[in-house]
């Protein structure tokens, strides 16, 4: 309550509003939280960020990079970086993930909205340039998919992986990275997906990207594609990568030129995703006390088990995946 009143205090500085007109905007997994509130007929959002737990200055980076580079983002009004306070123009109520829940996944709906935001991506990948944002390098990449031992087998399964099981994870994991670090490096947003894009005007409105990095070209697609909180059925996700991967090229954007093997890559990126998801959620749950996030768990490992079953190198990681889930495979003979 006390920050609370900080923030309204800040904020009539500017805008005198009632502190009970300050509404919550949405549920985020961070620190930070988001109230929407009126002035003059005109909706607004200020985000409060505890400073001993979350850092404003990414976010007012980005949010200036990504619109400098066409992407609609909200814009930043007013900021105290010194209480951890922004205020900023409002994108809206509508999710993509509640514009899908509302209107259905037809072909129309779908090939709509994710065109729009795959086209936003590729402006933004455009816009790339080197030495801007930091690298999703190895150690960063390696840290993330450490959270999935850490949180999800011991915390969550509370199952203790022998040394041998862990070299064999280690060993697929540092294929998964060595594929990663080649690819084309572009801007990436890191959770460009349902829960992040505002169904707005200009589609889409683009939240939560003060966590952007340089790396992986594939890795925005996998979280718009292979979405924590939606499904697409394969063929109707397969046609929206090819449709990327065909817009993207003719952009300039320097991907592979035989989308077989940007599939691929499209496919090993979401693993290292996925492996990172898992864990996130767990930790949610286990440190935080958030439980909402458990519900997309069983999607996001159906991911991870259908992608290493349909390759041969990440074979090993398909047979760990199922042990540790309860689900290995048992050959029985009949004589």
Not at 76 to 104: C, N, P, R, W
Not at 122 to 132: A, D, F, Y
Not at 284 to 309: E, I, W
Request: glycine fraction near 6%; charge should be negative.
């Amino acid at each position: 309550m006390q920050r609370l009143q900080a923030l309204h205090a800040w904020l009539c500085k500017t805008h005198p509003v009632s502190l009970d007109a300050l509404k919550p905007a949405s549920v985020d997994a961070s620190f930070r939280r988001y109230f929407r509130f009126f002035h003059e007929g005109q909706s607004w959002i200020v985000m409060d960020a505890p400073p001993d737990k979350e850092d404003c200055e990414p976010f007012l980076a980005v949010a200036r990079l990504f619109g400098e580079a066409g992407v609609h983002v909200p814009k930043v009004l007013a900021h105290d970086l010194h209480q951890g306070f922004i205020l900023m123009s409002d994108l809206g109520k509508v999710t993509y993930l509640e514009a899908l829940k509302t209107a259905g996944q037809d072909a129309e709906t779908v090939g709509t909205l994710y065109g729009e935001a795959l086209t936003a991506l590729i402006q933004l990948q455009k816009s790339s340039r080197p030495g801007v944002l930091p690298p999703y390098d190895d150690t960063l990449l390696r840290r993330e998919v450490g959270l999935f031992p850490e949180w999800y087998l011991r915390q969550h399964l509370q199952l203790h992986p022998s040394s041998g099981e862990m070299e064999r994870f280690h060993s697929c994991v540092d294929l998964l990275i060595a594929n990663h670090l080649k690819e084309p490096q572009v801007y990436v947003h890191r959770d460009y997906h349902s829960r992040n894009l505002m169904y707005s005007d200009p589609n889409p409105g683009v939240l939560d990207f003060q966590d952007a990095v340089m790396g992986p070209v594939t890795y925005d697609c996998v979280s718009l594609l292979k979405d924590a909180y939606v499904t697409f059925d394969e063929a109707v996700m397969i046609d929206l990568l090819a449709r990327y991967w065909e817009q993207a090229r003719r952009a300039g954007i320097p991907l592979n030129a035989d989308f077989g093997a940007f599939y691929r890559d499209f496919e090993w990126m979401g693993v290292q995703r996925h492996l990172k998801v898992m864990g996130i959620f767990a930790r949610l749950f286990h440190r935080d006390g958030k439980s909402g996030y458990l519900n997309d768990m069983p999607r996001v490992m159906a991911y991870l088990q259908g992608t290493c079953r349909r390759y041969r190198e990440l074979q090993p990681l398909a047979l760990l995946l199922d042990r540790w889930t309860g689900q290995e495979q048992k050959t029985g003979y009949t004589f």
